[in-house]
């Protein structure tokens, strides 16, 4: 039984990256999703598809070799719209390399996109 599932996606992208793979295969969510569209846009991932398997439905994700580290943030911290740089030390390498992903009011996006529109809220992943 799961009880992160965007653990296992994220494990699934790693580790597929990681092996040299070109698509991985891993369940699917309406958070998954929005994740792996915040993914698709910055890069770290090719296409991905939504395969109806009869029960929870499963997404064919594409790997493009980007991906050094990505896994999620646990506990989920709640950050206000000026404490993201102590994140960001915490979880990036360095300045400028990779982001964080938040769920916001307005939605989930890049810590990047937060600070922009000045919205606080749970931190849930990260990749480089």
């Known amino acids: 039984m799961r009880h992160d599932l965007l653990s296992d996606v994220l494990s699934a992208i790693k580790n597929g990256d990681r092996y040299g793979k070109t698509e991985t295969i891993s369940v699917a969510s309406k958070l998954v999703k929005e994740v792996l569209i915040i993914f698709q846009k910055n890069s770290y991932?090719?296409?991905?598809?939504y395969v109806d398997d009869g029960r929870g439905g499963k997404f064919k994700i594409g790997l493009t070799g980007s991906v050094n580290n990505c896994n999620t943030i646990r506990p989920r911290f709640s950050v206000d719209k000026l404490g993201y740089e102590k994140y960001e030390?915490?979880?990036?390498?360095?300045?400028?390399?990779?982001?964080?992903?938040?769920?916001?009011?307005?939605?989930?996006?890049?810590?990047?996109?937060?600070?922009?529109?000045?919205?606080?809220?749970?931190?849930?992943?990260?990749v480089y």
Not at 45 to 49: A, D, L, Q, V
């Open 45 to 49: 991932i090719g296409n991905f598809e």
């Open 89 to 126: 030390r915490r979880f990036l390498p360095a300045s400028g390399v990779g982001f964080l992903v938040v769920s916001t009011s307005a939605g989930v996006m890049t810590h990047k996109e937060a600070k922009q529109q000045k919205l606080g809220g749970k931190l849930l992943a990260y």
